[in-house]
């Protein structure tokens, strides 16, 4: 069992920069693909980047591409997730989320995961 818990979201401005942390327990994350997820009031949860369990290849959105970067410390059991030019539209309840899969296709699936987070607020003001 791994127990995941986020941590770092809160209000800012558009255009500001904020770092989101999901720390674990039970388990070593290290053979985990880890994913960041967001879902903003009255939509679907969707996907906003994963990294495999080496770091060594990540994936992101669209929307985040070139914003935001998702990093990993496998001696800490902790995932990053850096959001810089943060916009209104990046408002949402942030999840981290832990797949016991290879890095490989159906990455931006939520049902690719085993365990997730309790989740963290991102509240972005224009």
């Known amino acids: 069992q791994v ?7 809160g209000l800012v401005q558009a255009g500001d920069s904020l770092s989101v942390s999901c720390a674990a327990s039970g388990r070593t994350l290290s053979s985990y693909v880890m994913g960041w997820f967001r ?10 980047a994963a990294i495999s369990w080496s770091g060594g ?6 929307s ?7 990093s990993r410390d496998n ?3 902790t995932v990053y997730l850096q959001m810089n ?12 989320a832990a797949g016991r899969a290879g890095y490989g296709s159906g990455l931006t699936f939520p049902s690719r995961y085993n365990y997730w987070g309790q ?7 224009s």
């Open 3 to 9: 127990q995941l818990v986020e941590s770092g979201g």
């Open 39 to 48: 879902q903003a009031p009255g939509k679907e949860r969707e996907f906003v």
């Open 57 to 62: 290849n990540t994936y992101y959105a669209d």
């Open 64 to 70: 985040v591409k070139g914003r935001f970067t998702i």
């Open 75 to 77: 001696a800490k059991n």
């Open 85 to 96: 030019s943060l916009k209104p539209e990046d408002t949402g309840v942030y999840y981290c």
């Open 119 to 125: 989740g963290t607020q991102v509240t972005v003001s």
